[in-house]
């Protein structure tokens, strides 16, 4: 049990995370061709992060190196449950990806199939995007501190998994209940939203798109760490959209690769895979 305030016994572990890694580590774990774009360091968590890539399959060859720069790191602290009691963000080194930078690579990016793009990135390098590329557009908000940066673009994003209180900022609906859901969702579409899925955390998620709504629970799973879950949500609906799939199974595969990687203690779960989805989804 946590004790504030004072040292407690426990566990250390580092591993390579961040938002828009995880997503696109997920989505190579999915069978996706992978290009990210984003800011290192020199220092030796950039050296980690360019292996760890070069493993996976993920090219950073469009990124960016920032000398004598911090690589962004995320400290996190899980209690007995594995539940998030707090965090530290050093996102700093995303500064960087200015429009000036960005728009040296959107020749490469608007050759993607689709582009994630999440709320670390400074607010006018996410409105440059949005008003750049040509691909469909999903976006993750990262946290309520960050998720107000996606407000200008939300009429460009194809979706976006918001959890309440970023769909309550973003929205203005105050998300009491799951009855006021599809007000936030209602919401969401007359700023220009297409799909929705709001994260009700262990209870699953809302789904919308102003014709197929629904609430679905989270698969049954043991749970390790949180960590992560959202980006293999995100991931699994980025995988599942390409591959034509109505709103609801979307969210289910979703939900399943949520639900994998929850059962392990890292970011990303290795065991995460399209026939390990496909497997839970038809098995429920």
Not at 128 to 133: K, S, T, Y
Not at 143 to 160: F, N
Not at 183 to 202: D, M, P, Q, T
Not at 241 to 247: A, P, R, S, V
Request: negative net charge; contains cysteine; glycine residues 8%.
């Amino acid at each position: 049990t946590l004790v504030p305030a004072d040292s407690n016994p426990g566990r250390v572990t580092v591993t390579l995370g961040g938002v828009g890694r995880n997503i696109a580590e997920n989505l190579c774990r999915l069978g996706k061709r992978v290009l990210m774009v984003t800011a290192v360091g020199e220092d030796a968590h950039a050296q980690q992060i360019q292996q760890s890539c070069r493993e996976l399959g993920i090219d950073l060859s469009h990124s960016l190196t920032v000398p004598n720069a911090r690589t962004s790191t995320y400290l996190c602290l899980n209690d007995a449950e594995g539940e998030i009691v707090g965090a530290v963000s050093d996102m700093a080194i995303y500064d960087a990806l200015t429009p000036a930078y960005l728009s040296t690579k959107l020749e490469v990016l608007n050759r993607a199939s689709l582009v994630v793009v999440d709320a670390n990135l400074p607010p006018e390098s996410l409105a440059f995007l949005a008003a750049n590329l040509t691909p469909p557009l999903f976006a993750d908000p990262v946290s309520v501190r960050k998720a107000g940066r996606l407000h200008e673009i939300l009429s460009r994003l194809t979706a976006m998994k918001p959890n309440r209180p970023e769909a309550s900022l973003l929205t203005g609906v105050e998300i009491q209940s799951n009855a006021d859901l599809p007000r936030a969702a209602e919401a969401f579409f007359s700023l220009g939203l297409k799909n929705v899925f709001i994260s009700l955390g262990g209870e699953g998620v809302y789904y919308d798109d102003g014709h197929e709504r629904g609430i679905l629970p989270c698969f049954p799973s043991p749970v390790v760490n949180t960590t992560g879950c959202g980006d293999a949500f995100l991931a699994a609906v980025a995988c599942a959209w390409q591959d034509g799939h109505t709103l609801r199974e979307m969210a289910l595969r979703g939900l399943a690769a949520s639900a994998i990687c929850a059962c392990t203690d890292s970011a990303v779960s290795p065991l995460i895979t399209p026939d390990a989805i496909e497997s839970m989804v038809q098995n429920a």
